[in-house]
């Protein structure tokens, strides 16, 4: 089975600024869809369960996640430079920059489940 894409054509730096590419637009889908998913959740706590608190929680969870996701689109406006650098130090920088994101990323993931595990455990209840 050969690869969809042909890499020969291309150089690493290339392929790497591709998969950061890549694995920003996987993150901002996966936001996008937490914070659809934390809007029904939201209702669910506040008119199935009836707990107020839990639907602000979720409510605030959304507005980070906005918050995060305008910034992501910002990262992603600035990750087209990638393309430009020609030094070490540029790619590097860009490297950690991205790093620092999918860490961001990460903590909000972590930060919503626990809430949803929240949401769960009041409808087993």
Same mark, same amino acid.
């Given at each position: 089975?050969?690869?969809?894409?042909?890499?020969?054509?291309?150089?690493?730096?290339?392929?790497?600024?591709? #998969?950061?590419?890549?694995?920003?637009?996987?993150?901002? *889908?996966?936001?996008?869809?937490?914070?659809?998913?934390?809007?029904? /959740?939201?209702?669910?706590? *506040?008119?199935?369960?009836?707990?107020?608190?839990?639907?602000?929680?979720?409510?605030?969870?959304?507005?980070?996640?906005?918050? /995060?996701?305008?910034?992501?689109?910002?990262?992603?406006?600035?990750?087209?430079?990638?393309?430009?650098?020609?030094?070490?130090?540029?790619?590097?920088?860009?490297?950690?920059? #991205?790093?620092?994101?999918?860490?961001?990323?990460?903590?909000?993931?972590?930060?919503?489940?626990?809430?949803?595990?929240?949401?769960y455990q009041r409808l087993l209840l």
């Amino acid at each position: 089975m050969e690869p969809l894409v042909n890499y020969a054509y291309e150089t690493d730096d290339e392929i790497v600024k591709r #998969h950061m590419h890549r694995e920003l637009h996987t993150w901002i *889908s996966h936001l996008d869809a937490m914070n659809n998913e934390a809007d029904r /959740l939201a209702k669910i706590a *506040s008119n199935k369960i009836g707990d107020k608190v839990l639907r602000d929680e979720l409510l605030d969870n959304i507005n980070d996640n906005i918050n /995060l996701l305008n910034e992501f689109y910002t990262y992603r406006n600035a990750l087209n430079n990638v393309r430009e650098c020609d030094e070490l130090e540029c790619d590097q920088f860009y490297m950690h920059q #991205h790093d620092q994101v999918f860490e961001k990323y990460v903590e909000c993931v972590t930060q919503y489940r626990d809430i949803k595990d929240k949401v769960y455990q009041r409808l087993l209840l």
